[in-house]
Nanobody, 116 residues
Framework: QAQLMESGGGLVQPGGSLRLSCATS????????MGWYRQTSEKQRELVAG???????NFADSVRGRFTISRENAKNTVYLQMNNLKPEDTAVYYC??????????WGQGTQVTVSS
């Protein structure tokens, strides 16, 4: 079973940037839909951004224009570039994979904290 490993979280000041990475060990990456979700203790897990196997991206309204998502099939890796971060972006960010056979995998999560 494939594993998803996130990295790149941390503490950043408002207005700063972070790039999250998610690498998968599976062989289905190139045909999978990949996404990033986030969750706080006050909110349910929500989709932040997703990218299809064809490179088509979708974003939550709250991050559109500030975040970008990309994928590198040769490295089985998806990235989330987060710019102009705000305190309300503070959350645990989870990588998500849905394969062509609709098998869903989640990463273990990485903490992003935006604070001065």
């Amino acid at each position: 079973q494939a594993q998803l490993m996130e990295s790149g979280g941390g503490l950043v000041q408002p207005g700063g940037s972070l790039r999250l990475s998610c690498a998968t060990s599976g062989s289905s990456f190139s045909s999978a839909y990949m996404g990033w979700y986030r969750q706080t203790s006050e909110k349910q897990r929500e989709l932040v951004a997703g990218i299809s196997r064809f490179g088509l991206a979708n974003f939550a309204d709250s991050v559109r224009g500030r975040f970008t998502i990309s994928r590198e099939n040769a490295k089985n890796t998806v990235y989330l570039q987060m710019n102009n971060l705000k305190p309300e972006d503070t959350a645990v960010y989870y990588c998500y994979e849905r394969t062509a056979n609709n098998v869903v995998q989640w990463g273990q999560g990485t903490q992003v904290t935006v604070s001065s």
